[in-house]
């Protein structure tokens, strides 16, 4: 994605309510602010296109619906479980994600999904 594309991806996310809360709350704690922010944004769109879903409906339909909410939180593990790279990146990703959930009060358990975390013959 070139500087262009990922600047163009961030100003049209900074529309969502829910994704300025995010971003100014992890601003003020971001020892790198501008590179964190693309990053953030541009894993954040990923997700979004990959679910179909924009964020404000995200939290919204998740209000009040823990299965709505588990929803996405299992797409999340299996988009992040798709990304390139090492498993670090991967991980780091799926947090990140997981943080903008959190920030907009979604409740989150960490590995509550046996179904997209099974291992070794179903064991979790």
């Not at 602010?33 to 409906?57: E, N, S, Y």
Request: glycine share 6%; no cysteine; charged share 30%.
């Amino acid at each position: 994605m070139t500087e262009h594309a990922a600047d163009s991806t961030a100003d049209d996310l900074m529309r969502y309510d829910s994704v300025r809360l995010w971003i100014e709350s992890v601003q003020r704690t971001s020892l790198r602010p501008a590179a964190d922010r693309i990053r953030r944004l541009t894993l954040l769109a990923a997700f979004t296109a990959h679910i179909g879903v924009d964020p404000d409906t995200i939290v919204e339909t998740s209000r009040g619906d823990a299965k709505t909410k588990n929803g996405y939180l299992r797409q999340l593990v299996l988009w992040a479980r798709e990304l390139p790279g090492t498993d670090r990146a991967r991980h780091d990703a799926e947090n990140t994600i997981r943080g903008f959930f959190m920030r907009n009060g979604f409740r989150v358990v960490a590995r509550p999904y046996r179904d997209v975390y099974q291992r070794d013959g179903g064991s979790a």
